[in-house]
C-alpha cells in the first residue's frame, strides 16, 4: 500500500497552504550553527493546522480558479 507509514489525512477542507522557512540552532562540534529549515502548514476550515515537510493537495482546478484555498506564496497564473 502506498501510504503505509504516511500520515494521510482525507476529507479535510484545507482553507489556506503555507511554505514556512524556520531558522532553528544545532550544536555541533561545541559550536551553534543556524540551520534552515523549510515547512508546509495546512490549516482547515475547522481551525486545524497540520505541519509537514512535503503535501500533495489535489483539487478540481475550479477550486483553484475561485481561489477557495489560500497559498502563501502565491501560485502563479500559469498554474491555475
Same mark, same amino acid.
Given at each position: 500500500?502506498?501510504?503505509? &507509514?504516511?500520515?494521510? +489525512?482525507?476529507?479535510?477542507? $484545507?482553507?489556506? $497552504? ?5 531558522? %532553528?540552532?544545532?550544536?555541533?562540534? =561545541?559550536?551553534?550553527?543556524?540551520? =534552515?529549515?523549510? %515547512?508546509? +502548514?495546512?490549516?482547515?476550515?475547522? &481551525? ?8 500533495? $493537495?489535489? $483539487?478540481?482546478? &475550479?477550486?483553484? %480558479? +475561485? ?11 500559469? =498554474?491555475?
Amino acid at each position: 500500500e502506498l501510504s503505509k &507509514g504516511l500520515d494521510v +489525512r482525507l476529507n479535510q477542507t $484545507v482553507v489556506k $497552504v503555507e511554505s514556512i522557512i524556520e531558522e %532553528k540552532e544545532k550544536e555541533r562540534e =561545541k559550536e551553534k550553527e543556524k540551520e =534552515k529549515e523549510r %515547512k508546509i +502548514r495546512i490549516t482547515t476550515k475547522e &481551525g486545524k493546522v497540520y505541519e509537514s515537510k512535503k503535501v500533495i $493537495v489535489t $483539487v478540481p482546478l &475550479g477550486v483553484l %480558479k +475561485r481561489r477557495l484555498i489560500t497559498f502563501e506564496p502565491s501560485l502563479s497564473e500559469g =498554474k491555475i
